[in-house]
């Protein structure tokens, strides 16, 4: 795995003083166990994410293998995917919007729409997710589990993910789950480390993460 762009002990160190809700969490799951991918191929990584949108872990985790099957030595890469079908993608359970928007990643990965890995790496939060928006089937979600599980970005909170929103209702006892506007709220406090913040969230929530 790749190195975090932050200190494990400093980021959860000041989630432990800044929040006490927080301190009581990460007193009873442990330290941080965020795994940041090693430096993998942007269409191997953003296709991982079209698939596990709005899935169950074990439900993705299955469709995403036997899509990788569909590889040389079952690793996904763009050129070899441009040369599929529709057909050919959702035999292997994509929904027909999941395998258009592999195919767009794909073309978009090849003609320059996308910046390359080590040039997403150079930009700000922001500018990555306007430039992974360009995709069809890639939104602000999409983008956002790129920067924290591939890009090892500190400071990002899901505030759409189901998982963010349970676990902030957990860790702040509220009677009802939080809209994104009140996740943003409530999380604020807990910036720059509200990446690692999340990643409390979702194992409050018992949220299967990306692989």
Known sequence: MSRLRYNRRQAVD??????????????????????VARDTDLFNALSAAIIYQQLSGKAAATIHGRFCQLF???VPEAAQACGFSIEQLRN????????????????KSLDG???????MARLGDEEVIENLCAVRGIGPWTAQMFLIFDLGRPDVMPAT????????????????????AEVLERTSHLAPFRSVASWYFWKVADTPLLP
């Open 14 to 35: 000041f989630l432990r003083c800044q929040c006490r809700h927080l301190d009581t969490v990460i007193e009873a799951y442990g330290p941080l166990k965020l795994k």
């Open 161 to 180: 993910d189901l998982g963010v929103q349970k676990g902030v209702q957990a860790v702040y006892a509220l009677p009802d789950l939080p809209a994104p």
């Open 72 to 74: 040389r030595k079952d």
């Open 92 to 107: 292997v359970g994509l929904s027909r919007n999941k395998a258009l928007a592999v195919l767009d990643l794909a073309e």
């Open 113 to 119: 729409t996308l910046k390359p890995r080590h040039g």
